[in-house]
């Protein structure tokens, strides 16, 4: 899967750069930095960035949230880094946030309503847009691109992402932007109505159907 993520991205920017750039691994080193983009209930929101070592000018950058059922996760697993490192080597920046882990100690199974999980998802869509939104307003100290920013989100990730995209009004926070594309990877919404033509973007949408967490042909929810 990972090399197809990559793949796909790949095509999202041909013409300026060229596809070998976003395909190939052509950078050996990558820089890793952490940064803190805004406390809430006491608690630091933090992103680590990714950069190649020798990567020239603004680049494209992939915003990843983990999963973790809102409950759990953190942004710097070594499975993400080894994702958003294999990317950064690539030509893409890469920023693996943190947010709220509102459902903490609860079983999502069992012990939470599906007002409570829409709860969890808008409070980790504000944490998200208010990091996107932190990285825009340095995007010279990071050289990223705005007009070329994914979101990749899996699980509570891939739900949070799309409901960034489709359900949440990001433009409060980040007024006269748009994300150039939106990857979910075992993601839902929690309604259809709002994704209309003035709002969609390239979408790519990865959900096995035997999925018993996120169930694929229905809610975000149990």
């Known amino acids: 899967m990972r090399l197809t993520l990559t793949v796909i991205l790949a095509f999202l920017f041909p013409v300026v750069y060229g596809q070998k750039l976003y395909k190939d691994s ?7 930095t952490t940064h803190k983009y805004y406390t809430v209930n006491s608690e630091a929101m933090e992103f680590e960035f990714y ?11 992939i915003i990843y949230v983990h999963g973790g059922g809102f409950s759990a996760g953190t942004q710097n697993t070594q ?5 958003a490192k294999r990317l950064a080597c690539r030509g893409y920046a890469v920023a693996s946030l943190s947010y709220r882990l509102t459902l903490k100690g ?8 599906a007002a409570q999980k829409k709860a969890a998802i808008v409070d980790a869509s504000f944490d998200i847009v208010s990091g996107v939104k932190h990285i825009l307003k340095y995007d010279s100290t990071f ?20 409901n960034i995209v489709y359900d949440y009004d990001y ?31 390239p979408t790519q949408l990865f959900h096995g159907t035997n999925d018993a ?9 149990y």
């Open 26 to 32: 052509i950078y050996s080193r990558v820089k890793v």
């Open 51 to 61: 950069r190649a070592t020798g990567a020239k000018g603004k680049t494209p950058l």
């Open 79 to 83: 499975g993400i880094q080894y994702f």
């Open 106 to 113: 609860k079983d999502a199974a069992c012990e939470i309503t």
């Open 143 to 162: 050289s990223i691109d705005a007009k070329k920013v994914i979101l990749v989100g899996s699980s509570a990730g891939g739900e949070t992402v799309l």
């Open 171 to 201: 433009s409060k926070l980040l007024a006269d932007f748009k994300f150039a594309g939106v990857i979910s990877m075992s993601g839902a919404l929690t309604s259809l109505d709002n994704l209309t033509k003035s709002n969609a973007i």
């Open 213 to 221: 967490v996120v169930p694929f042909n229905t809610a975000p929810h």
